[in-house]
């Protein structure tokens, strides 16, 4: 059992460059999110999707893209990266009922030049 | 919006007991969580208070919950140097299909053999 997985763990682009983030859960679970880690902010929510099928907005959506691919697996794009967007991403999984653990990934470090 | 509030900082002796607070503004959450990150790792579920509980023990760890003053905090005994981390605690919020967390922007536990 992996849980949650994301790929890859460390990227540089080049601003402008496009690239996609992916994560994958092994939980059954239906519901995934991606966040964003940046000194002294916390954990800010990018986009999550409750299920299968449905993506929602998030606190800070703007410039990224998400795609619910299937039941396990939630992508996050950038479609022409800028360095605002240097942050360390975070993919989590829940079950999506009341009591709503998420699990997290390891996370991804990414630095736009 | 829903703001939760940590201190930044925390420096504690090894063996000594630590104390982490957290504020939060959503009276209407139903789960209070704290999660522990390792440099340069995810965020690991420490533990949960059900809203309607006042304290919850789980081995070293002990979460009072104070609903009249929003406020949550998370006792560690006999600190040990593995316990450096940083520390969220997080609110659940209802909004829409699934529920989201409102993270604090962390604590930093430093313990000092």
């Known amino acids: 059992n992996a849980g949650v997985t994301q790929t890859p763990k460390f990227q540089v682009l080049k601003t402008g460059q496009s690239m996609t983030l992916q994560c994958a859960q092994d939980?059954?679970?239906?519901?995934m999110y991606w966040y964003r880690q940046d000194p002294g902010m916390g954990l800010r929510l990018i986009y999550y999707?409750?299920?299968?099928?449905?993506?929602d907005k998030g606190e800070v959506p703007n410039g990224y893209n998400v795609s619910r691919l299937n039941k396990r697996e939630f992508s996050l794009r950038l479609e022409s990266a800028a360095p605002s967007q240097t942050s360390v991403y975070f993919c989590?999984?829940?079950?999506?009922?009341?009591?709503?653990?998420?699990?997290f990934g390891p996370g991804t470090r990414l630095t736009v030049l | 919006g829903e703001d939760v509030e940590q201190s930044l900082f925390l420096s504690v002796r090894e063996g000594d007991s630590s104390v982490i607070n957290c504020t939060y503004t959503?009276?209407?959450?139903?789960?209070l969580y704290w999660y522990k990150q390792e440099p340069g790792a995810g965020l690991q579920l420490l533990t949960y208070?059900?809203?309607?509980?006042d304290m919850k023990q789980d081995q070293r760890l002990t979460v009072l919950l104070n609903k009249k003053d929003k406020h949550l905090s998370l006792r560690i005994a006999d600190t040990q140097t593995g316990d450096s981390a940083i520390y969220f605690c997080?609110?659940?919020?209802?909004?829409?299909?699934?529920?989201?967390?409102?993270f604090g922007t962390g604590t930093l536990l430093a313990v000092q053999p």
């Open positions: 959503d009276s209407s959450s139903t789960y």
């Open positions: 208070i059900f809203s309607n509980m």
């Open positions: 999707s409750a299920s299968e099928g449905t993506t």
């Open positions: 989590a999984s829940s079950a999506g009922r009341d009591r709503d653990t998420q699990y």
């Open positions: 939980m059954n679970h239906n519901s």
């Open positions: 997080a609110e659940s919020w209802r909004g829409g299909a699934t529920n989201k967390l409102i």
